[in-house]
């Protein structure tokens, strides 16, 4: 059964970072893309950055860029969200997803419970 833990959400001020955690386990993800996303309330989910298991290549949507670093331990089959500069607006539920055929679908099949991101003005 595949399980995806998201981690390390909370309350910090504007300016400030925070480090996300994604545990993921019972399969093999090695050909993966892991991705993160996030949600505000009443708004739709958004992307935020995907990262190949293989490759390590990344990827990241314009408003955090420069801001945002996905990276992933092998060993620890963890990937990392790390956000600095945080904003007002990047206040969300933050959620991990893993793609098992991005390349063909660009689907994600599994989806973490999501860890909730405030950032104080």
């Known amino acids: 059964q595949v399980q995806l833990v998201e981690s390390g959400g909370g309350l910090v001020q504007a300016g400030g970072s925070l480090r996300l955690s994604c545990a993921a386990s019972g399969r093999t993800f090695s050909s993966y893309v892991m991705g993160w996303f996030r949600q505000a309330p009443g708004k739709e989910r958004e992307f935020v950055a995907r990262?190949?298991?293989?490759?390590?290549?990344?990827y990241y949507t314009d408003s955090v860029k420069g801001r945002f670093t996905i990276s992933k331990d092998n060993a620890k089959n963890t990937v990392y969200l790390q956000m600095n500069s945080l904003k007002p607006e990047d206040t969300a539920v933050y959620y991990c997803?893993?793609?098992?055929?991005?390349?063909?679908?660009?689907?994600?099949?599994?989806w973490g419970q999501g860890t909730q991101v405030t950032v104080s003005s």
């Open positions: 997803a893993a793609a098992g055929d991005y390349a063909s679908t660009g689907e994600y099949d599994y």
């Open positions: 990262i190949s298991w293989s490759s390590g290549s990344a």
